[in-house]
């Protein structure tokens, strides 16, 4: 069986959603704190051994780009001024990564962006990792996914249970259980409203596809939004192979809007113990200055 080398990340879209932020600036380089969404995103797959990154970008998407380079003279600089717990993380991820960049000419879908890949991709299984989905234990969830291809040769997408009010917001799939943690996928619905809904498992943003998932994404007609949707691709993937599934845990960070990232931010801030203490006393002076003023009539 062929290894896993290699990942895909899209990160070509418009940000629609953060314009005017967007206009210029990548979504996927907003930081968290101090750190921009995409590098958590390739810790992730370093960690799980993935060394070579292939970005598939679009305009403005330089800055990830420039991001990725070994920066010698900040290193220098970084040394000289004796920063040396920054430098490390610099050097670590810049030195280990092998960064390949692919345009995709036109924003035509997440699934056309997946699709223009495949030249460098060529025909070996490989990881797709959303740009803008942080997750809080990606690491295991990487090396398990990569785990349950080794043994069983077939596609793998990551799954999280959300509320059945939210199925409307997401690609939902039907499952069966076929051992602790795996699961085989038996149906993909896209966006359902909750009495519609096969299960509450949401796709999650990590995927491993077999090279099929190419002629399939040749084949997929464009859907919702007139963009050829990687969802569409996996619902005829389904009819050829079997789709496995695996339940991730802990939390999911969407940053690719402004609520869900500004939450993301908090999260973050509250986990890191030079920052706890400030953000807490801060957030319970928030809400004390907020409940007076819903209270006054
Ligand atoms: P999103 O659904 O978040 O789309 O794409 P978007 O365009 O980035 O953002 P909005 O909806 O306009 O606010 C999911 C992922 O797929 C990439 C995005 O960069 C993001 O990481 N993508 C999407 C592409 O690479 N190309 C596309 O044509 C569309």
């Given amino acids: 069986m062929q290894k896993i080398r290699k990942a895909v990340l899209p990160v070509a879209g418009w940000g629609t959603r953060f314009l005017p ?9 907003f930081p968290i704190i101090d750190k921009p969404v995409i590098q958590f995103i ?22 990830i780009e420039h991001h990725f380079d070994i920066n010698s003279d900040l290193e220098r600089h970084l040394e000289e001024a004796g920063k040396e ?5 610099i050097r670590e991820v810049s030195h280990m990564i092998n960064p390949i960049y692919i345009r995709q000419k036109q924003q035509l879908g997440l699934g056309h962006a997946v699709l223009t890949s495949e030249p460098v991709v060529g025909q070996e299984p ?5 740009g803008d989905i942080i997750l809080e234990k990606g690491r295991k969830a990487l090396s ?22 939210e199925t409307n917001k997401y690609g939902i799939v039907d499952v069966k259980e076929v051992e602790e943690g795996v699961y085989k996928v038996e149906d993909l619905v896209e966006k359902p409203d909750s009495g519609e809904a096969p299960s509450n498992l949401a796709i999650v943003g990590r995927y491993i596809f077999t090279p099929l998932i190419f002629e399939k994404l040749k084949e997929t007609k464009p859907g919702k939004g007139g963009e050829i949707q990687l969802t569409d691709a996996m619902r005829m993937l389904l009819e050829d192979e079997v789709i496995y599934a695996y339940k991730i845990e802990g939390k999911v960070h969407d940053t690719g809007n402004p609520i869900d990232y500004l939450k993301t931010v908090i999260d973050f801030a509250l986990e890191r113990e030079d920052l706890r203490e400030d953000v807490l006393e801060y957030l319970q002076e928030v809400i004390s200055r907020y409940t007076q003023l819903i209270d006054t009539p």
């Fill in 42 to 63: 390739v810790e992730e797959l370093l960690g799980a051994g993935i060394e070579n990154i292939i970005f598939v970008t679009g305009r403005h998407k330089r800055p």
């Fill in 144 to 165: 398990d996914m990569i785990s349950i291809y080794n043994r069983f040769g077939k596609s793998v997408i990551a799954l999280f249970e959300v509320h059945p009010s």
């Fill in 126 to 130: 490989f990881i797709v990792s959303l």
């Fill in 85 to 89: 717990a920054i430098l490390e993380n």
């Fill in 21 to 29: 932020a967007t206009k210029a600036m990548p979504k996927e380089m």
